[in-house]
C-alpha cells in the first residue's frame, strides 16, 4: 500500500480546504457553517478555470498562474473576513477525510483499469493523454492527431492535482477517484447541514443523513428483492412482474446477489446510484461533476438567504455562477442546463423578488399591479437569471464547443417510457419521505378549498400521465407542482413554508419527468439510455442533499397533526426514517460484503495497492513490459500505430471487401482488452476502440480502420506514403496485432527499425527523414 501517496492527497486536499476557508466565508457569509462543505471544489474551481484558459498556451503556465490566482483570492479573503473557524474546519475535513479513506479502502482492493464492466479504459486514458499534453485541447489517444471530442474537464481536473503532487496516472486514478467521492459526500453534508440551520433544525444530524443518501444508499431494489426472496416463489414470481422487474439476483437467493443488478432497473436504460459507481471504480464525468453541482446549489443558497436589500452581493452571486457552468460545460455536458434550471427555480422561489436585482429607475416601471403580475414578472426575471448563467458558461467554455464538442448527437422526443414499477425502485424511497414532508405543510397551512385545489390538481396530472403512458408524470409532477406553491404560498400568507430545500426537491423532479419526454441520440448507448444515465445522477445529488433537511424536518415535526398527537407522528416518522434508512442500506452491506471478500473484484492484487496498472503484470504478462516501457521511455505524444479495437472490421468497416482482404474477422467486444498501449500510457494510435464512432462517425473512422490495414500489410508505396501521413514515430506489434493481421509487412521498410523486442511484443521506430518528402503531414487541429 502506498501509505506516502495517500498522505501526501489527503494533506493537499486538507490545505485546499484551509486556503478555501477564507474564501466560502466571504462569499457565504450568512451560512451556518460558511459554505466550508463546498471549499475545496470552489478552490479547485479556481486553479481549473485560469488553467482552462491559459492552457491552451501552455498547462504548465496555466496551472501555475491557477495557483499563484488562488493563493492571491485566499490572501484578499483572508484579509477581509475573520480567521479561520477552527471547529468547522476539523468537522469539515473528518468528513472528507473519512469518506476519502473509505473509497481509497475500496480501491485498494480492486485499482485495476480493466476494461470489462465499465468505462475505465477511456478515463484512464484521458487522464494519460492530459498528462502528457502540453497544451488544450488534449489530443485523442485513440484518433492520432486530432482532439479529444469528449468532456475532459473532470479529467483535466484530476490531472492537476497529479501534477500539484508529481503523481504517476497509475496512482492518481485512484486517488482521484476517492477525492471526488469525498468532495461529493462534503458538499452534500455541508449544504444539508447549512439548510438545515436556516430553518432551525438539528443540523449535524442532517448533514449525517445528506452524506448517507449520498454516499451509502441505494435504490430499493436489494430491499424489495429481500422480502421477494421470504415468499413462495410463485408469489415472488407474479410481484416481480407487477413492478417490472426481473427476479434475479438477491431475489432468488443471498449467493446470487451481484451488485450490479440495482444499476439496470429502468428497461434500456442505466440507473446507477452513488455508491455502485464508486464501487465500480469508473472516473467518469458523471461522478466528477455532482461536486460541482452542489456548489453552484451552495451558492445559488446563498443567494436564496441573502435580504434583498443586498442587491450587490446577490447580483455577485448570481455571476459566480457562471464560470462554474463554464467548468460543468466541459466536464459533464449533461449538467451544463442543469444549473440554468436550478437558478431559475432559485430565483423564482427564493424569498426576495428578483425586480429587486434591477436598477431602481427600471424596478419603478415594473410595479406589481396585483398578484398575478407580481408572479409573471418574478418567473420572468428569473428565466432571464437562468439564460444569462448560461449564456456566460457558454462563452467562456467556447473553446471546448468549438474544439471537443461531437457532432454526432441530437435532440430526440418522445422515447419508451418508464415503467411505475421499476420508477418505484428506482426513486421511492425519496418519493415516501418527500410526499409525507408535503402533506404536512399541506394540512398545516392551506385551506380547505386550497387542499381540494392541489388535490384536483395532482389527479388530473396523474389522469394525464395515465393516457400519454408516462408514469413519471404522475409521480413526481405533483412534487413539482405543490413544491412550488408551497414556496409561494408564503408571500401571500403569514406562515411558515419549507425552505430551499424544496427547490433541490424540485430540480430533481423535473430532471426525472424531462427524460420522459427529451432525450439525446447518440451512438454511445441505444436510445435515452446514456440521458437517463447522466441526469439521474445529478437527481441523486439533489435529493440526497435535500433529504438531510426533509428526515430531520419530519423527526421534530413542529406543525399541527392530523388528528394525533405530536408525539404519535414523530413516533410514526422515527419509524419511516429507520425504515428508509436500513432498506436502502442493505445493498451497501452485501455489496461491501462482497468486495472486501474479493468474491466481486474483476483483477484482485496480491496485496492492497492503489496501483491502477499492477493487474497488467499479473493479467497481461506478455504486455506488461512494453507498456511499462512506454510510459516510462516515450515523452511527449509522438504517434503510434497499433491494432483497432476489437469489432471494429466485422462491425462496422466490412462492407468494402477490401479491407477484409488477409485480416482475421474480430469480436465485436469494445469491453475487453484492446488498445491497451495507446490507452495506459496516452501514447496517441492512429485508430483506437470504436467508440471512436460516436464521437466522429463511421466513415470517418473506418477510413482509418482502412489506413491502420494498409500501414501493417499494405504494399511499401502505400505504407510510406502513411507513416509520413500519420507522422507515426512507433509501430507496436503484439499478441493482438500478429492475430489480426497474419501477414505484416510494415517492418520490412528501411525507415522502421526495432526500438525494442521482448518475447511476445515488438515496438519498432519509424524513422520520418527516410520516408521521403512527398507525403503532406495533416497538422493537429486547433
Known sequence: MEFGLLALWLGTYLLLLFVGLPITHTVLPDLADSGAGVAIPLTLTIIWLVTFFVGHVSLTLGLWGGLFVLGLVAVIARHRSDSVNRTVYMETAAVFSIAFLFVVAIRAVDPAVHASGGEKFLDFGLLQTLLRAEALPPEDMWFAGEPVQYYYGGHLLASLLARMTDTAARFAYNLSVAGFYAMVVTAAYGLAKDVAAGRDLP????????????????????????????????????????????????????????????????PGTINEFPLFAWLNGDLHPHMMSPPLLLLAATLLYGYYRTPAGDRTRRIALLAALGPIAAQLAVSNTWSFPSIGGLTVLTVSLAPASPVTLLPPSIRNRLDARDWRWEEIRRHVLAGVAGVAVLVIGGALSLPFWLQSVSGQQQLALWPDRSGLGPLLLVHG????????YYVRYLHSHTT????????????????????????????????????????????????????????????????????????????????????????????????????????????????PSLGLSSDGWRRGFRVLVAVLVVSTSIYGVLALSQHFSGSSVTAPPEEPTLDALAFVDRY?????????????????????????TSGSLSRYCAADSELSTGVTPWRWDIYNWGNAPA?????????????????????????????????????????????????????????????????ITVQKLDAVTIEKHWDSVTIYRVNQSMLGSNYLRPTRRQ
Open 203 to 266: 443540523a449535524r444530524p442532517a448533514g449525517v443523513i445528506a452524506a448517507f443518501f449520498v454516499g451509502l444508499a441505494s435504490n430499493l431494489v436489494p430491499a424489495v428483492q429481500l422480502v421477494l426472496l421470504t415468499l413462495p416463489t410463485d408469489i415472488a414470481t407474479r410481484f416481480s412482474v407487477a413492478f417490472g422487474h426481473e427476479l434475479d439476483g438477491l431475489g432468488t437467493g443471498f449467493a446470487n446477489f451481484s451488485y450490479w443488478t440495482a444499476s439496470r432497473v429502468i
Open 620 to 644: 497481461h504478462p506478455e504486455e506488461a513490459p512494453a507498456i511499462h516501457w512506454l510510459n516510462d521511455n516515450v515523452t511527449g505524444q509522438p504517434n503510434l500505430l497499433s491494432r483497432p
Open 679 to 743: 490507452t495506459m500510457t496516452g501514447v496517441p494510435t492512429v485508430a483506437g476502440w470504436n467508440r471512436e464512432i460516436g464521437y466522429r462517425g463511421a466513415s470517418t473512422y473506418c477510413e482509418r480502420v482502412h489506413d491502420t490495414i494498409q500501414l501493417f500489410t499494405g504494399a511499401p508505396t502505400n505504407q510510406r506514403r502513411l507513416l509520413a501521413q500519420y507522422d507515426i514515430a512507433y509501430v507496436y506489434v503484439g499478441p493482438l496485432e500478429r492475430a489480426a493481421f497474419p501477414e
Open 429 to 436: 424511497a425519496f418519493l415516501i419521505a418527500f410526499a409525507c
Open 448 to 559: 380547505r378549498v386550497v387542499r381540494r385545489t392541489l388535490l384536483g390538481g395532482a389527479f388530473g396530472l396523474v389522469l394525464v400521465s395515465v393516457l400519454l403512458d408516462v408514469p413519471a408524470l404522475g409521480l413526481f409532477g405533483p412534487l413539482i407542482a405543490v413544491g412550488w406553491f408551497l414556496r409561494r404560498v408564503g408571500d401571500y400568507k403569514d406562515v411558515p413554508t419549507p425552505g430551499y430545500e424544496t427547490i433541490l426537491i424540485v430540480a430533481g423532479a423535473g430532471l426525472v419527468v424531462l427524460v420522459e419526454f427529451v432525450y439525446v441520440q447518440e451512438q454511445a448507448g441505444p436510445g435515452r439510455m446514456n440521458t437517463v444515465f447522466k441526469f439521474y445522477a445529478q437527481t441523486w445529488a439533489l435529493w440526497a442533499s435535500a433529504m438531510g433537511v426533509v428526515l430531520v424536518g419530519l423527526l421534530a415535526d413542529r406543525r
